[in-house]
């Protein structure tokens, strides 16, 4: 496979490589500067609330994939 591969960062680890972090060891930079950079929207920081939780055992079984149901509980009480 040809040329670079893709990144998937998470956000901190985007924000360190972003602002040259000291915390990326080197062989971290190194990897992020020879692949091409992705951030999920997964990423981005969830804050997860006890009613989160319940809104999330009051959901139907349509949503069975586990990170689906965490992004879909929040989003019923707001």
């Known amino acids: 496979m040809g040329g670079k591969?893709?990144?998937l960062l998470d956000t901190s680890t985007l924000l360190w490589a972003l602002t040259d972090s000291d915390r990326l060891s080197p062989a971290a930079t190194e990897?992020?500067?020879k692949g091409e950079p992705l951030l999920s929207?997964?990423?981005w920081v969830l804050p997860i609330r006890a009613?989160?939780?319940t809104a999330l055992a009051a959901l139907p079984d349509l949503h069975r994939d586990p990170f689906d149901?965490?992004?879909i509980a929040p989003s019923v009480l707001w």
């Open 31 to 33: 990897a992020i500067e």
């Open 41 to 43: 929207v997964a990423s």
């Open 51 to 53: 009613s989160h939780i």
């Open 5 to 7: 591969r893709l990144r």
């Open 69 to 71: 149901r965490v992004l």
